[in-house]
């Protein structure tokens, strides 16, 4: 393979995947510089394949193709969900450093938030006064197991996991849409100088809890 033939990879495979989980039979063809089917001139021709997204892997992130091969077809693994763009780069010289100046094809796939898993605090609660709504209310995010959002509706609870003599009002069970639950009204109530937990939690799950903060006689504050 070289410059004066133009010859490139085409490549191609499932437009999506899950995270986490191997997206299997991506298939780079050589072509001609026309986009006709070809095969490979050199005795071996070494390619590298990378990535947008942050620790995803590929079976070998260096290949090594011989003289007259026509496809090459690997796996693909990402953590992280949304559009990933896999490229494919000419590797010159004898290093296995990549020349950003020779990409010969890339491959766009969209990966999916997998199952949820967990629960993650979006935004701190902070507190007021001993039995007032929280200044700020908590936003949690229904997550998998990598840390993406996903799309569960499940139900979210709150109580205080310790801290003596505090109560928690307002409406402390709703139900996230699209893997994001906002309460609004909560209030938090207890006694100056005692540290409070706070717990959400849904079934299945792992829970969530906030920092320890101290109420005193002006305010609560709680934490992520």
């Not at 197991?145 to 310790?162: D, E, H």
């Amino acid at each position: 393979m070289n410059a004066a033939t133009a010859i490139g990879m085409k490549l191609s495979g499932p437009a999506t995947g899950t995270s986490n989980v191997a997206v299997e039979n991506i298939t780079a063809t050589v072509v001609d510089e026309y986009g006709n089917n070809a095969s490979l001139a050199n005795p071996t021709t070494r390619f590298q394949l990378t990535t947008t997204a942050a620790n995803a892997t590929f079976d070998s992130a260096v290949v090594r193709l011989t003289q007259g091969t026509t496809s090459y077809t690997f796996k693909y693994t990402s953590p992280l969900a949304g559009l990933n763009t896999i490229n494919m780069k000419w590797l010159v010289g004898t290093s296995d450093s990549v020349n950003a100046a020779k990409t010969i094809g890339k491959h766009d796939v969209t990966i999916n938030a997998g199952p949820a898993a967990k629960l993650f605090i979006r935004t701190q609660p902070v507190g007021d006064s001993s039995g007032k709504l929280l200044k700020t209310q908590p936003v949690i995010e229904i997550q998998d197991a990598q840390g993406n959002l996903t799309s569960s509706n499940a139900t979210i609870a709150v109580v205080i996991k310790s801290g003596a003599n505090g109560s928690i009002g307002g409406t402390t069970s709703i139900t996230a849409s699209n893997g994001i639950a906002t309460y609004s009204n909560l209030t938090l109530s207890g006694i100056s100088t005692e540290d409070y937990i706070l717990e959400f939690s849904a079934a299945g799950l792992t829970s969530a809890q906030s920092n320890s903060n101290v109420i005193n006689s002006a305010a609560i504050v709680t934490g992520k």
